[in-house]
């Protein structure tokens, strides 16, 4: 995730500590990945020009949000301001999640010259036949959940890492999978939102929920589960 770290615009001039001197913070932004392909390459399953709107507009304004509340938090948590603390949450959850899913979405897809759509190989494909009985079963209960999924959302192939299992998920919203659980890692998420698919696919979800697993980044996927599940050499 890109991190940026600028110096706030105030100076806390108030937040002496007693020592003598003022503390000078920072406050850690983040800034629009970029993609490791062009918005075009992932034709003809999602469209270039729902790529470049989804990244440059979409995901900016998240990112755009989410920095302005951080620094509305930091000036607040200053004050001692407890109730615009409070007020902050939603913007940050919101902001925040959309800024989290996005850049994991972007890597979870990649041009079929590049690999995209290639069944997981090693243990994650293994993991996946022992939960689910197949990738294909796992494709057919994402895309259910993923079109049964009222307004917005995302839906999500997540690993539980404190039961070492593989957990399908859906949050609302820009909810991250986090919000489902501490333990939750995602490796694949799939945006449901409208601007995600509606100029390409209009108001037929299912089509787009069946043509983005010929741009799944599979190995991707399978390199954040090896990690957390290295696999075991005799
Ligand atoms: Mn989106």
């Not at 020592?19 to 392909?37: E, I, M, W």
């Not at 998240?62 to 938090?73: C, D, F, G, P, S």
């Amino acid at each position: 995730m890109a991190l940026r770290a600028i110096a706030t615009r105030k100076t806390l001039a108030n937040a002496r500590l007693g020592l003598g001197f003022v503390q000078s913070r920072s406050l850690q932004t983040f800034t629009l990945p970029d993609l490791s392909y062009d918005y075009g390459a992932l034709e003809p399953a999602i469209s270039g020009e729902i790529m470049q709107l989804h990244h440059q507009k979409h995901h900016q304004t998240y990112i755009t949000n989410y920095n302005k509340a951080l620094e509305q938090l930091q000036d607040a948590i200053t004050k001692g301001d407890a109730p615009s603390v409070a007020k902050l949450q939603s913007a940050l959850k919101f902001n925040g999640g959309g800024h989290i899913n996005h850049s994991i979405f972007w890597k979870n897809l990649t041009p079929v010259s590049h690999g995209g759509g290639e069944p997981p190989h090693g243990s994650l494909g293994w993991a996946i036949d022992a939960n689910f009985g197949s990738l294909e079963a796992l494709i057919k209960k994402m895309n259910a959940e993923g079109a049964a999924l009222q307004g917005s959302g995302w839906v999500w192939l997540g690993l539980d890492k404190e039961f070492k299992r593989l957990v399908i998920e859906t949050t609302p919203n820009q909810d991250p999978l986090v919000t489902k659980g501490a333990s939750l890692l995602p490796l694949l998420g799939i945006d449901v939102w409208e601007h995600a698919y509606y100029l390409q696919y209009k108001n037929v979800r299912p089509d787009y929920l069946n043509n983005i697993w010929k741009v799944v980044n599979w190995k991707y996927a399978s390199e954040v589960y090896e990690k957390e599940c290295p696999t075991e050499r005799n």
